[in-house]
């Protein structure tokens, strides 16, 4: 079974400046895709980014990049020029590609503080 | 605007007495699916479906029905809720025309069970 791991439960950054976010996973299948979801106090599961396994340049949304390294099975995420409406609880999420089931399987999260 | 409806956003009831939280999306979506979320533990899969009247179990489906009569609706049947059914639960959809597709959540539903 694939298993996501994200090993910080709370980081903090000062405004303006940028944090990293930690993500491993575990799978035996080639074909995957990676996501990071924000989930600010309003509840909502937000996309931020996503890869496909089978890309090699890594996802840059604006502000937020990742760090795709496929070896390892590691899957960071980049926030530069943080803000205040960065503070959330970030999740991390794996689906296996193709099968019957579009599944997301999720690390138990990392809460974000952005400080003024 | 494309959506996923829950509905409703919060729920306190009581051990045993049935409810049911519906999911409506308005995007023709083939996929649905319904996950809990709990402190520490994440988001995890309770059922899905992959088209009309084709709906499995997910990782954690005890407790749970689903059914899927129509394309956008996929209700979240609890027949005799339990205290550990108290989660925040989502509804989530997604097209099937490619692998990359992402999938959309809804608000989320606050359900307290006492």
């Known amino acids: 079974a694939q298993t996501v791991t994200q090993s910080q439960p709370e980081m903090s950054v000062q405004e303006a400046e940028t944090v990293t976010l930690s993500c491993t996973y575990d799978?035996?299948?080639?074909?995957?895709?990676l996501f990071w979801y924000k989930q600010p106090p309003s509840r909502q599961m937000i996309l931020v980014i996503r890869?496909?396994?089978?890309?090699?340049q890594n996802a840059t949304e604006n502000r937020f990049s990742v760090n795709f390294q496929k070896a390892a099975k590691s899957f960071s995420l980049k926030i530069s020029d943080s803000q205040l409406g960065d503070a959330a609880m970030y999740f991390c999420?794996?689906?296996?590609?193709?099968?019957?089931?579009?599944?997301?399987?999720f690390g138990k999260g990392t809460l974000l503080t952005v400080n003024p | 605007e494309a959506q996923v409806t829950q509905n409703p956003r919060y729920l306190i009831t009581v051990t045993g007495k049935k409810l049911t939280v519906t999911c409506s999306q308005n995007?023709?979506?083939?996929?649905m699916s319904w996950y809990r979320q709990d402190p520490g533990l994440g988001l995890r899969q309770i059922y899905y479906?992959?088209?009309?009247?084709?709906?499995d179990k997910g990782d954690v489906p005890e407790g749970y029905k689903v059914s899927r009569k129509e394309k956008r609706n996929f209700p979240l049947i609890l027949e005799s809720p339990s205290p550990n059914q108290t989660s925040l639960y989502f509804c989530?959809?997604?097209?099937?025309?490619?692998?990359?597709?992402?999938?959309?959540f809804g608000d989320g539903t606050r359900l307290s069970i006492l």
């Open positions: 989530a959809s997604s097209s099937l025309a490619g692998d990359n597709q992402p999938q959309h």
């Open positions: 799978t035996s299948e080639s074909d995957y895709y």
């Open positions: 890869q496909e396994a089978y890309k090699q």
């Open positions: 999420a794996y689906r296996r590609g193709g099968g019957s089931n579009y599944k997301l399987t």
């Open positions: 995007m023709n979506h083939e996929y």
């Open positions: 479906s992959m088209n009309v009247e084709v709906t």
